[in-house]
């Protein structure tokens, strides 16, 4: 595996997220569950990035898993 992450879609996951709650977020691209970990980064450099909603709204959680802002999509996909 390379040391960039795989890129399940080019775009955020929207996803609502409830305040005060824990989201693991799938760092790697492996996981069948994005934009969450399932576990699939095992024996791989990655490890999910826990995001605490600190607000019940629409989150975009990175797709591409090359955002600067970790689990929070920045555009990073529009230059893939």
């Known amino acids: ?3 960039l992450p795989e890129c399940p ?3 955020p996951y929207r ?4 305040e005060g709650k824990n989201y693991a977020w799938c760092s790697c691209g492996l996981s069948n ?3 969450f970990c399932d576990g699939s980064h095992s024996g791989t450099s990655f490890s999910p990035v826990i ?3 600190q607000e019940s709204r629409l989150v ?3 797709g591409c898993k090359r ?3 970790g689990a929070v999509c920045d555009g990073a996909h ?3």
């Open 67 to 69: 955002s600067k802002q």
């Open 60 to 62: 975009g959680f990175c």
């Open 51 to 53: 995001y605490t909603a």
């Open 15 to 18: 996803v609502e997220v409830e």
């Open 33 to 35: 569950k994005q934009p």
């Open 78 to 80: 529009k230059v893939l």
């Open 9 to 11: 879609q080019a775009a």
């Open 1 to 3: 595996m390379s040391s």
